[in-house]
């Protein structure tokens, strides 16, 4: 009977452990003739996880004794009925009808064992889609499962990779797709299986068997004999974990593949921070409220009334030349009281002007 044998390679490895040990997506560079904005969307099948919480009754504690459940979903317990306090417990199974994964962890502190909880998650063939935007160069990438179709069977597999070993025919797609599922679930979970737990006796305080702790799912203080959960929803956290590796994978690609994009070309995209706006706005605004202030102020201390009709204003700014329209003395004893006045004669060498100057000055002149 032939046998498929899969391993991830080292650049696969490098590209899935950069995208379980960091909490940013990693993308990819604006395409050519992106400019200075643009997105799209493409679609594409890949593996993920479908999670849900385990509740605290499925799981077999140190603390249940012979009243915990016969047929547990999880087991959180010693080994050889020691007194070590477990943490952590991850386990997957693997079979022709599925690939499934669950995991147990106990909040842990100052030596109290805390609520003990669980997710079992199942793999899944899954249609994805990333709507990608990149303004300015910078790119916006958010990944997300448009439909679980089926759970993810080695049947299948193992149907192509005896078809393919004994003819001559080329290997087909599906197990192409079928052997990067592998290699995926294989190394997610060689992160996640295994177990941690706080040991009461020797000089060595914890031991592990995870590599769980390289991500940022959990945090441990291995002094304080500290241990917790990081995120408020582990089961939404393991599915992100494939969503954002299928994207880093994309990311290594050097082939690339046409896609319908939105595109804004030879245009300036200013994004906006609203506390920087208002920051600006705020300065205006107080600037703009003193200034009224101090007009109001003016207005009250001056006690000032005057006309502002155009006729008014004429009459009050005019040239001497404008008389024989209003008349020599028209008003002349208003424009004699008005504190603003017109007419004065300057001289700055080349001839004479006429300026506006305040009534209290021309009298001190």
Excluded at 50 to 74: F, H, R, T, V, Y
Excluded at 212 to 235: C, D, G, R, Y
Excluded at 311 to 324: F, G, Q, S, V
């Amino acid at each position: 009977m032939t046998t498929c044998t899969y391993t991830v390679t080292i650049a696969w490895e490098r590209v899935l452990s950069r995208s379980f040990q960091s909490d940013t997506l990693i993308g990819w560079n604006a395409p050519g003739g992106c400019g200075s904005a643009c997105n799209y969307t493409i679609e594409y099948v890949a593996p993920a996880l479908q999670c849900s919480d385990i509740s605290q009754d499925e799981i077999l504690d140190d603390g249940d004794g012979s009243s915990g459940p016969s047929n547990p979903s999880a087991v959180l317990q010693s080994k050889y009925n020691t007194t070590d306090t477990p943490v952590y417990n991850a386990s997957s199974q693997i079979d022709v009808n599925g690939w499934n994964l669950t995991i147990a962890w106990r909040t842990y502190h100052d030596s109290k064992g805390g609520i003990v909880e669980g997710v079992s998650c199942s793999l899944y063939n899954t249609t994805q889609q990333a709507i990608v935007s990149f303004i300015n160069n910078t790119a916006t990438i958010s990944p997300s499962v448009i439909s679980y179709d089926e759970p993810f069977s080695s049947s299948h597999q193992i149907i192509d990779c005896e078809a393919s070993e004994n003819s001559a025919t080329p290997p087909t797609s599906r197990l192409f797709a079928g052997a990067s599922y592998i290699v995926m679930m294989d190394w997610l979970c060689d992160q996640l299986d295994g177990e941690i737990l706080f040991l009461n006796v020797g000089d060595k305080q914890w031991s592990s068997e995870s590599k769980v702790l390289t991500s940022n799912l959990f945090s441990m203080n291995e002094t304080a004999q500290t241990f917790s959960p990081n995120v408020p929803n582990m089961a939404r956290a393991l599915e992100e974990i494939l969503v954002n590796a299928t994207i880093a994978l994309i990311s290594s690609r050097e082939d690339t593949m046409m896609a319908e994009a939105s595109v804004a070309q030879n245009q300036l995209v200013w994004v906006y921070h609203w506390q920087r706006l208002w920051i600006v706005y705020a300065v205006a605004l107080v600037c703009t409220a003193a200034c009224g202030v101090a007009g109001l102020a003016c207005m009250v201390k001056n006690k000032e009334i005057g006309d502002l009709s155009f006729t008014a204003i004429a009459r009050a700014t005019r040239n001497e030349d404008l008389d024989c329209v209003f008349g020599a003395g028209a008003d002349k004893d208003e424009m004699d009281d008005a504190i603003l006045q017109y007419g004065l004669e300057k001289k700055d060498g080349l001839g004479r002007f006429r300026v506006f100057q305040l009534a209290k000055e021309q009298q001190r002149t």
